[in-house]
């Protein structure tokens, strides 16, 4: 069960920070009380001293139930996804949580594609494990049924 859902992006201090937003809500539909959205933005450092903003979406309870739907419809929506998470799904799981980085770009551009790199958008989604043991494993399993492999 869907407990928490955190996006993430920074915002580079040549980038717009209206963008950067709008390709975070590429992930959030419609229908999500916006209510609900818990939206910080924290100003800092990055490593050589450039001023970043970084960006925290962070929802609970029906309404990360509703974007987690949303993000996996997106995920489906190309086979290049699901192949990538099919690959490694293993590495993208730590306890009770799934990790998958989204790019930043494409999701402004209204694409959802899932990738490695560094200019991304950041997706933990923290499920309720009531088991003790291989919380991993019941995690695997919960994403592998939800995207259908």
């Not at 993430?8 to 009380?33: G, M, Q, W, Y």
């Not at 309870?61 to 490694?88: M, Q, R, V, Y």
């Not at 560094?118 to 019941?138: C, H, L, M, Y």
């Amino acid at each position: 069960m869907l407990n928490s859902i955190k996006l993430s992006a920074i915002v580079h201090a040549t980038e717009d920070e209206d963008k950067v937003l709008e390709a975070i809500e590429f992930f959030i539909p419609e229908n999500v009380d916006e209510e609900k959205i818990d939206l910080d933005v924290v100003e800092t450092q990055g490593y050589f001293g450039n001023p970043i903003k970084i960006i925290n979406v962070n929802v609970e309870g029906k309404e990360a139930k509703k974007i987690f739907k949303h993000i996996i419809d997106l995920i489906k929506s190309d086979d290049k996804n699901i192949n990538k998470l099919k690959k490694d799904l293993h590495l993208r799981v730590e306890d009770n949580k799934f990790y998958v980085r989204f790019d930043k770009q494409k999701a402004y551009l209204g694409e959802c594609r899932v990738v490695d790199g560094d200019d991304i958008i950041r997706a933990v989604f923290n499920f309720k494990i009531f088991t003790p043991k291989n919380k991993e494993e019941k995690v695997k399993e919960i994403v592998a049924n939800e995207l259908g492999f």
